[in-house]
């Protein structure tokens, strides 16, 4: 992203004359390796300095940053030295449907771009906080003939000084907001909102209406509940644009035939080549933007029929007349890789008071737990006791972890060395997709932070649940 500062000195800059496509020229050097410039007018006076900084270090810097190991490997927020905003048909702009107008606290690259983008492309209106904006959207005669972009007089209307936002408009602040973490994306920094924009053309060079299959390679980190929500999401937002989400053959770390076995997943076909289909490469950059953040598309048919039958005579068996509540804790490599906001594994002292209360005058006759924590299980055995069912499972406790290991995937594979691998992650699976099938069964559910699992049981539930309740964000939905 290139912000606005001070004219440079004592640094190696390059001099640039102001217009319309500054921006995309400053990137043209920034690709070289460079990162200061001095902006001048026609006549070589000095008006602004820019200077680049990295997407993923700017979020990092700020302290509302998740850090945790899990994002290290891959960025979640690509650099963009390249992009074209004249490219309509690859614009994503479904973040701006719910708003009749922007309201933009800072001026930079983003948020003039995504500023003229909204002035050219909709009907809504442009508040701003920056009085600079105005050196890229001035008002009066179109900068240029035939430019899409540029702002001709009738659209001064619709570009407006605020100090703050309007109620009803959407706000895009200047620091970096952690709307990619907690999912709340009523507020946004300018660059996770331009990243969303063209959400599209980091993904592909397509035509988005060119576009067969979205094919995910999921990392062998993630497990099958991961797998499982990532196609969900996957086919609620790509499948509603007429694109087929397929999973890479042999990108997991379970065997094809295996998945094969319990779940309905499709697989990339052999016509999937580079003209028609989108890769999926950057895991969490994906599953971390709003589009596939919403709610996804699955129920039971993603378990194969013969492995559903015999969830649902256990479930029957297990469950009979009693009215259950569901509870789902999530601790061990949550904790490891230090996750945070919403995500942040909480323990058993503060959620048993809640749960209790809930049992009680909710008039549960059992309490259905789903972890995969062995001292949340300790702790939990504990207070209720005899009022507890679990699915027996292999479970983990933080002291598990060794130096160096953070995630579940990584302790397995230690755990059972060699070809003993395959036979325990497919008991593993197994064990796994009983409990979310119980969780689905229970007549409320309680989770203790936003993970995989939560977003699964719901999807799984299809509605039945007549009460939920997040710890994450203190009961609210």
């Not at 297990?318 to 942040?344: C, E, H, N």
Request: charged share 25%.
């Amino acid at each position: 992203m290139l912000n606005l500062c001070e004219i440079p000195e004592n640094v190696n800059y390059r001099e640039l004359r102001h217009g319309d496509g500054v921006f995309h020229e400053a990137l043209s050097h920034v690709i070289q390796g460079e990162r200061h410039f001095c902006v001048t007018d026609e006549k070589g006076q000095a008006l602004y300095g820019l200077v680049y900084e990295e997407n993923q270090s700017w979020a990092e810097a700020s302290d509302q940053y998740v850090h945790s190991k899990l994002f290290e490997e891959m960025p979640l927020y690509p650099p963009y030295l390249t992009y074209d905003e004249e490219r309509r048909e690859s614009l994503c702009l479904d973040l701006f449907k719910d708003y009749d107008s922007v309201w933009f606290e800072r001026a930079n690259e983003y948020s003039v771009v995504l500023a003229r983008i909204l002035l050219a492309y909709t009907e809504k209106t442009v508040f701003y906080a920056d009085a600079r904006m105005r050196w890229f959207l001035p008002e009066g005669e179109a900068s240029s003939a035939g430019d899409p972009l540029a702002l001709p007089n009738a659209l001064g209307a619709r570009l407006l000084l605020r100090d703050r936002a309007p109620e009803e408009a959407l706000p895009v602040f200047g620091d970096f907001v952690p709307s990619s973490f907690d999912g709340n994306f009523t507020r946004l920094d300018a660059m996770v909102l331009f990243h969303h924009v063209f959400f599209f053309q980091w993904l592909t060079p397509l035509n988005p209406a060119d576009v067969k299959y979205v094919e995910f390679l999921v990392p062998r980190t993630e497990g099958i509940g991961s797998i499982l929500l990532a196609y969900g999401r996957g086919k609620a937002f790509f499948g509603a644009l007429g694109m087929q989400v397929t999973l890479k053959p042999g990108c997991t770390r379970y065997p094809d035939e295996m998945l094969r076995r319990y779940v309905r997943l499709p697989f990339t076909p052999e016509d999937a080549d580079d003209t028609n289909t989108i890769r999926v490469v950057n895991y969490y950059s994906v599953m971390y933007a709003k589009m596939l953040r919403r709610k996804g598309e699955l129920d039971l048919s993603i378990l194969q029929p013969s492995f559903l039958t015999e969830l649902e005579m256990y479930g029957d068996a297990v469950i009979r007349d009693r009215r259950m509540l569901g509870v789902l804790l999530r601790g061990s490599d949550y904790v490891t890789s230090a996750m945070g906001g919403f995500s942040r594994p909480r323990q058993v002292a503060e959620v048993a008071p809640v749960i209790q209360k809930w049992f009680e005058q909710g008039g549960y006759d059992k309490i259905f737990l789903a972890t995969e924590d062995g001292d949340l299980l300790d702790d939990m055995v504990k207070i209720f006791k005899g009022n507890l069912i679990c699915v027996s499972q292999e479970r983990y406790r933080v002291s598990d972890f060794r130096e160096g290991m953070t995630t579940i995937s990584e302790l397995d594979r230690a755990r059972h060395p060699g070809k003993a691998y395959d036979a325990y992650v497919e008991d593993a699976t197994v064990n796994y997709l009983y409990a979310l099938y119980m969780l689905s069964r229970c007549e409320a559910f309680m989770y203790s932070c936003h993970c995989g699992g939560v977003s699964l049981a719901r999807q799984l539930c299809e509605d039945r649940y007549q009460k939920l309740y997040s710890f994450a964000d203190d009961g609210k939905e």
